[in-house]
């Protein structure tokens, strides 16, 4: 490959001596750790999940990129932070990515361009995106070991603002911007389960529980004998999630919007907490179970006020759910909160991998950005699971992940019999990295 001759910028000397900038070293790469996530879709193939719910309309003999390989191209750019389509026009060449392809470094043929990858994202209809759904389910099942005896699934929606006139674009007065607000499933270890683009608006109960239902018996179909249990905030605890829930034995655990009955419930317990407040000056945390029912609800649930007073003043809160067993203070501290961990995960797929990037004009091109960025989650997180259980990098952000796994600067030489990788003798986390590589090496032929 030529090499370039770009002119030497002016840099300022140091201690009397001139620097030298160019650009005509060897074939390098800034993004050296890529042959990391290559090893975890190797193993699990992402790219051919997604590929096999489209249909290819071109004429196979006019084919250059197969849509595995425009999908495996797409989900590694994000993965590596390009989560922009046009990065592609100056991605296709790189060595790292080429490789991560399966093409040689050098004289391997150029990647996709970003007019082919906006075609692939167009591609898909509402038939291919239930699909690919119904796949992503069964990837997050099949990325357990044997069925687990029960799961814990996080529901929430996030905010996505956009900026053009795009399908299913809803103005939303509390963020006075237009945007969607999809909601996202994870379970409580982190992983991904599912994604639907929607407008930006509050969800009913009743698209709630529709949307429930096809998840839980997508799960079912793999899993019929594992216990599930539900968490999510107030605006999900509604009498048609409630009693779906019951229907389909589901467990679950939803905030509660105070009124005044309820607030009724408490009323001499808030009394009692502030007033040893006021004597003790310690911020204190009490808790009561009774018995509830709203209007609207079908039956009475138990319901587990929070009173807490503290030199902010008084707060209360409820929770709604059809646990038992546990007492008050367990459910809503270990079991209920807990769920504010999934905040992290939302952040881990929204702001580091810019999920939110929906700017297509078609809804149906905006879910399969949002299933093209789930794939970029599931890498990282399957590869955040293969750090060491003990050390720090098995909790930590994909963004600091990507900086020290995957932004490596090597040198990518092409030889007749091998390719030779070689990173600084400087590299940083180089005992991290050779872990890795060990235990994502692929088996030995016998």
């Not at 996202?184 to 608006?201: M, Q, S, T």
């Not at 950005?369 to 060491?388: F, N, S, V």
């Amino acid at each position: 490959m030529m090499q370039s001759t770009f002119t030497s910028p002016a840099l300022s000397p140091l201690n009397g001596k001139p620097i030298l900038l160019n650009f005509d070293g060897a074939e390098m790469s800034s993004n050296a750790g890529l042959t990391l996530l290559r090893e975890v879709e190797r193993r699990h193939d992402l790219a051919g999940l997604v590929s096999s719910c489209l249909t290819d309309p071109r004429e196979p003999g006019k084919v250059r990129h197969s849509l595995q390989d425009i999908i495996r191209f797409r989900i590694m750019m994000i993965a590596a932070g390009y989560e922009d389509g046009n990065d592609a026009d100056d991605l296709r060449t790189e060595p790292a990515f080429k490789l991560a392809l399966e093409r040689d470094p050098g004289t391997g043929a150029a990647l996709c361009s970003q007019p082919t990858i906006s075609r692939m994202e167009n591609l898909a209809n509402t038939r291919a995106l239930i699909r690919m759904g119904r796949e992503m389910v069964r990837f997050y099942c099949t990325s357990f070991a044997r069925a687990p005896r029960h799961i814990v699934l996080d529901i929430d929606d996030t905010f996505d603002a956009v900026h053009g006139h795009q399908q299913l674009r809803l103005f939303n007065s509390y963020y006075d911007e237009y945007g969607f607000q999809p909601i996202v499933v994870f379970d409580g270890e982190g992983r991904l389960v599912g994604a639907v683009l929607r407008p930006a608006r509050r969800p009913t109960g009743k698209e709630a529980a529709a949307h429930i239902r096809r998840l839980i018996r997508s799960i079912r179909r793999h899993w019929p004998t594992t216990e599930i249990l539900l968490r999510a905030d107030s605006h999900y605890g509604t009498p048609e999630v409630l009693d779906l829930c019951d229907t389909l034995g589901l467990r679950y655990v939803f905030g509660l919007s105070g009124n005044q009955r309820l607030q009724a419930q408490v009323q001499t317990l808030e009394a009692s907490t502030a007033e040893r407040y006021a004597r003790k000056g310690e911020k204190l945390r009490r808790f009561k179970t009774f018995s509830y029912a709203a209007r609207s609800w079908s039956k009475e649930q138990r319901v587990i006020a929070r009173v807490e007073v503290g030199p902010l003043g008084r707060d209360t809160r409820f929770v709604v759910t059809n646990l038992t067993a546990p007492r008050g203070k367990h459910v809503y501290e270990k079991i209920y909160c807990a769920r504010g961990q999934a905040e992290n995960h939302i952040k881990g797929w929204k702001s580091h991998l810019a999920s939110d990037r929906t700017s297509c004009s078609r809804a149906s091109a905006n879910q399969m950005r949002l299933m093209l960025h789930g794939c970029a989650y599931w890498l990282w997180w399957m590869l955040r699971a293969t750090c060491p259980k003990r050390s720090q990098w098995r909790h930590a952000q994909f963004d600091t992940l990507r900086l020290h796994l995957v932004k490596l600067a090597a040198t990518i030489v092409e030889k007749k019999t091998r390719v030779v990788m070689t990173l600084p003798a400087s590299c940083p986390c180089q005992s991290l990295i050779r872990l890795m590589f060990d235990a994502l090496a692929p088996p030995r032929v016998a």
